[in-house]
Each structure stands twice: as C-alpha cells, then as structure tokens.
Antibody
C-alpha cells in the first residue's frame, strides 16, 4: 500500500525558514517523480515544485523560485522542501504527491499525503 | 502559461441526479493532458480522471470525462452521497501544471 507521510509544518515568523519532509513507502521511490502542492486556507490547489526520480531535474513555481528548494534522498525514501524567506502568503497545507507514471516527470498525481500545515505569522 | 477556468462555481443537486462540470483552458491542452480530482473536507485530493477520459484505479464508472483542445467536461451520473465535494481540473502536460479554481458540488 502506497503511503506518503508529511512532517515539519508549524508556525514560523515572516522571513523564517522551515523544512518539510515526506516519507514514502509501498512503491519504488526512486522510479517516480514527486511534487509538493499547497492549499491556502479556504482556497484552491497550487502546484509548488517537482523533482525527477533521480533528483537531477527540478521545477518550481515562480511564486517560490529562489526561496524554496525541493530535494530527495532515495536511500531514505524521503522527499524534502526547504522553505526560506517565508511570507504570510505561504501559509497553507502542504501536500506531497506522487506521479502516476514511472520514469517520467509528468505532474499527474495518483497518491497524496495527508498534508502538513505551515503558518507564517508574526 | 495555461489558465484553467471551471464552471459553475457551485452546483446544487440532489442524490441520483447528474452533475456536469466544465473546465476551460486558456490555450489548447496538448495530448489531452487534463485530469480531474475531487476533495472532501479535511482530506487530500483524489485522482478521478486523467488523459481527459481515463478513470483512475478504483474510480466507479459513474464518473466520466470528455473533451479536447480547450474544453473539458466531468460528468457524474447518479450522484451518490459521497460525491458531494470539491472538484478540480488540472493540466499536466507542461510546467507550471495549473489547477482550476474548483467547483463545489453540494446537496440541494
């Protein structure tokens, strides 16, 4: 059974940093691209960043480029999102999501974690 | 950058009725790289349809998708109580992969 479990969310002041983690199990982690998708309170879904299965290719939304970094450790089956220079508008539930198609980076998500809440406030 | 516009914003229907949701893209979605998800309160989204018309694993056949180019439709035939939720379309053929703003299907 595929499982994705996020952790690392919490309350942080504007300008601060946070690192999110997503532990994966139930599939060959290195075969699949992974992504982060966020949802501000009461709002819709926003793609944040994606990383290829090998970790060599990454893509990020303009809204987080230069501030957020996606990475992965395939030996630990774990996805990360390092978030720096956080802004109030980054407040959201952050989901990690698995690509449906192996060996491609095609951001179509067949499994999602339960999400972790990041609150940026002074 | 493709923008997806969903309509209507809210659909009020009774169980057993048919829901028709629309997703319009600002430019053509290549190779029908269009997906639909639903999301219940407090839960993560769940993939329903991809490739515009292919049901994801475990999705009942009352859910069907159609369309190409810039106009796509999700049809739910015979609404079940568990179908009342938020529905999002998503384009996944290019980066950034946008989501629509969502359609809420609520009980009338």
């Amino acid at each position: 059974e595929v499982q994705l479990v996020e952790s690392g969310g919490g309350l942080v002041q504007p300008g601060g940093s946070l690192r999110l983690s997503c532990g994966a199990s139930g599939f060959t982690f290195s075969n699949y691209a992974m992504s982060w998708v966020r949802q501000a309170p009461g709002k819709g879904l926003e793609w944040v960043s994606s990383i290829s299965g090998s970790g060599t290719s990454t893509y990020s939304a303009d809204s987080v480029k230069g501030r957020f970094t996606i990475s992965r450790d395939n030996s630990k089956n774990t996805l990360y999102l390092q978030m720096n220079s956080l802004r109030v508008e980054d407040t959201a539930v952050y989901y990690c999501a698995k690509d449906l198609t192996p060996r491609l980076l095609l951001p179509l998500f067949d499994y999602w974690g339960q999400g972790t809440l990041v609150t940026v406030s002074s | 950058e493709i923008v997806l516009t969903q309509s209507p914003g809210t659909l009020s229907l009774s169980p057993g009725e048919t829901a028709t949701l629309s997703c319009r893209a600002s430019q053509s979605v290549g190779s029908r790289y269009l997906a639909w998800y639903h999301q219940k309160p407090g839960q993560a989204p769940r993939l329903l349809i991809y490739g515009a018309s292919t049901r994801a694993t475990g999705i009942p056949d009352r859910f069907s998708g159609s369309g190409s180019g810039t106009d796509f439709t999700l049809t739910i035939s015979g609404l079940e109580p568990e179908d009342f939720a938020l529905y999002y379309c998503q384009q996944y053929g290019s980066t950034p992969p946008p989501f629509g703003q969502g359609t809420k299907v609520e009980i009338k």
